[in-house]
């Protein structure tokens, strides 16, 4: 175990679902990222919060909503999402983005299925 | 901003030899450079990391060396173990930069 908890594991939801992954960390950290993981773009970094406050948005479609409401937990807010949205997403937390100390620490990441 | 090319993409070696994944990228500002292994069913875990004050480190049969001049950093792995098959990701970053950036990856495979 790493420190950091995803769930669920697998998700299957529909095109006009709502969905929400979720994100614990048990590390102390300061900053969090939502990754995303497909065959096209191998490690995708969709958002990044440090100390409670996004710090990157790397043009995620708003289909995507993060949420991050303290430091030790993240959520991903899914909606209206597109068959090309299957992927793996992937949690990780690191001491604090920009810090000098970039350590990102992973979680096991929640398979998506869009159908 | 940053751009991590990473080869090759899938690498098989026989059982105890020595395997290497070779990294490019483009920010002459970045100065940390992780590698993470990624084994079926898990998400990537940091093996070993340099960063530019330094050329190489060296971790048991891990190694990572860094051309600071020519941006290439590479990961080297000796006597080679089944346990060592996952995808690797090497990675670049500048300390005032808030993300990581990743190579696309390397598929390794070890065979018996």
């Known amino acids: 175990e790493t420190g950091v908890t995803q769930t669920p594991r697998h998700l299957v939801m529909g095109m006009t679902n709502k969905k929400s992954l979720k994100c614990e960390q048990h590390l102390g950290h300061n900053a969090m990222y939502w990754y995303k993981q497909s065959a096209k773009k191998p490690l995708e970094l969709m958002f990044v919060?440090?100390?409670?406050?996004?710090?990157e948005n790397n043009s995620v479609p708003s289909r995507f909503s993060p949420e991050c409401p303290n430091s030790s937990h993240l959520f991903l807010h899914l909606h209206t999402l597109q068959p090309e949205d299957s992927a793996l997403y992937l949690c990780?937390?690191?001491?604090?983005?920009?810090?000098?100390?970039?350590?990102?620490?992973f979680g096991s990441g929640t398979q998506l299925s869009v159908l | 901003g940053e751009n991590v090319e990473q080869h090759p993409s899938t690498l098989s070696v026989q059982e105890g030899d020595s395997a290497v994944i070779k990294c490019t990228y483009s920010d002459s500002a970045s100065n940390y450079f992780p590698w993470y292994k990624q084994e079926l069913g898990k998400g990537p875990q940091l093996i070993i990391d340099?960063?530019?004050?330094?050329g190489e480190k060296k971790d048991q049969r891990i190694a990572v060396t860094l051309n600071k001049t020519a941006k290439h950093f590479s990961l080297h792995i000796t006597e080679t173990q089944p346990e060592d098959s996952a995808v690797y990701f090497c990675?670049?970053?500048?300390?005032?930069?808030?993300?990581?950036?990743f190579g696309s990856g390397t598929r390794l495979s070890i065979r018996p």
């Open positions: 990780a937390s690191s001491h604090g983005a920009g810090t000098g100390d970039e350590k990102l620490f």
């Open positions: 919060y440090n100390f409670k406050e996004q710090t």
């Open positions: 340099i960063r530019s004050n330094v």
């Open positions: 990675a670049a970053s500048s300390s005032s930069a808030s993300k990581i950036i």
